[in-house]
């Protein structure tokens, strides 16, 4: 027992003193693209309105099952990028920020009352909010950035914020799980109201 | 006491680990590796997402198929890379068209998503498409570059290497979750597509 935690501070002995000269890694010298992926990678998580929609979306697809659980992710990315290809476009798309806010009011609510509508018409109602998810990104868009990576970090990080609802509410299985998924979909509700009285005020 | 051999994988796990404290400065996608022209070309399809991404949702959708596809797709793909290569190199240099390379997404990873039932010869036609339209386009752009043959030959081997790997990935795939994430990477190939093209239509 002794020679192995004599071992095991050697060893923490020869690592804590490399962690202390860690080099700093100059990744990525050529200028704009890393700053693209990174800049689109970090959109859709920047702002809490889009994040509580998306993990939403995850949450709700658990609670239906299959072939919900799948479907409405793959479905969301696609509507939402969509939207932010007619912003990019300039297509004028009115009350984005009041249907960003009722999306995840509905989103919300569908989880807290484990709401299980016919797969379309879920899957519509998803689609219908992600066109305003993404509008309201697709204008945001700063310019100068590499559009090909930064739509590749966008929709990668829309993903993981699928994955992410989805990995919660893989807490649906036990009875405190389903409890807690009802918690989590009312705060996302109440996040929506909170949102929908900021655009008015 | 257990006599039994001991396991080197603490001391491998160590080594990494201690070789991963020390970074070097990465230089990525510059126009010269320093390691010949080879590794040049390998390198600039590696970090060439407009080249890459099409090529593994190729791979993807073929390993969805089959093996039968997969092997299609692993010597005409590359194959028709090398050949538009050769035939770009004696044509003037251009710019790739940015509503083209969102459609090659669009298509592709419409048809990932989808997992469409293609015949064994509209996959390989969509290999031989994209294998000749990308590989002309690598080619005029190295056409001004001495060892550009030997550079074409490092890309197209990256080429190789990567269907190789996916569509291999893919093949055995049998559980219905691991196939539907292989899908899922289609829709978002597809996604970004959308986008891509809103940023084209947006410049002009």
């Excluded at chain 1, 109602?125 to 930064?150: C, M, N, R």
């Excluded at chain 2, 407009?50 to 969805?64: K, M, S, T």
Aim: charged content about 10%; some cysteine.
């Amino acid at each position: 027992m002794k020679t192995r935690q004599h071992a095991a501070v050697r060893w923490i002995a020869v690592l804590v003193p490399m962690l202390l000269c860690a080099r700093v890694a100059l990744a990525h010298p050529q200028a704009g693209e890393a700053k693209g992926f990174l800049t689109g990678f970090r959109h859709p998580i920047s702002g809490l309105d889009h994040v509580l929609a998306m993990v939403a979306v995850g949450l709700w697809g658990a609670q239906l099952g299959s072939p919900a659980i799948w479907l409405l992710p793959v479905a969301f990315p696609m509507v939402m990028a969509f939207g932010g290809m007619l912003g990019l476009m300039g297509v004028p798309l009115p009350g984005t920020e009041v249907a960003i806010a009722a999306s995840a009011i509905l989103l919300g609510a569908a989880v807290l009352f484990e709401f299980r509508p016919a797969l379309p018409l879920a899957a519509l109602l998803v689609a219908f909010f992600a066109i305003f998810h993404g509008h309201a990104h697709g204008t945001e868009l700063p310019p100068g950035q590499s559009g090909l990576l930064y739509s590749m970090g966008f929709v990668i990080a829309t993903g993981c914020l699928h994955a992410v609802g989805i990995g919660i509410g893989v807490a649906h299985r036990w009875v405190w799980g389903q409890r807690f998924l009802r918690f989590a979909g009312a705060g996302v509700a109440m996040g929506g109201f909170f949102f929908l009285w900021k655009v008015f005020v | 006491m257990n006599s039994g051999p001991k396991s080197q994988l603490p001391i491998y796990a160590a080594v990494l680990f201690c070789l991963a404290l020390c970074p070097m400065p990465a230089e990525a996608h510059l126009t010269s590796t320093g390691m010949g022209p080879i590794y040049d070309g390998l390198v600039h399809f590696l970090m060439s997402p407009e080249d890459f991404v099409p090529v593994l949702a190729l791979a993807l959708l073929a390993g969805l198929r089959g093996a039968a596809y997969g092997r299609r797709a692993l010597f005409t793909l590359p194959g028709a890379w090398l050949l538009g290569g050769f035939v770009g190199m004696s044509g003037a240099a251009t710019n790739g068209n940015a509503i083209i390379a969102a459609v090659w997404f669009l298509l592709l990873g419409g048809l990932l998503a989808a997992d469409m039932n293609l015949s064994l010869r509209l996959v390989t036609g969509l290999a031989v498409l994209l294998g000749l339209y990308n590989g002309y386009l690598n080619g005029t752009g190295m056409g001004g570059f001495g060892a550009a043959s030997v550079a074409l030959l490092g890309l197209v081997f990256a080429v190789f290497v990567l269907v190789a790997f996916a569509t291999a990935f893919v093949v055995r795939l049998r559980a219905q979750w691991a196939r539907v994430s292989v899908r899922v990477a289609g829709s978002w190939i597809f996604a970004s597509g959308l986008l891509m093209l809103g940023w084209a239509t947006r410049r002009h």
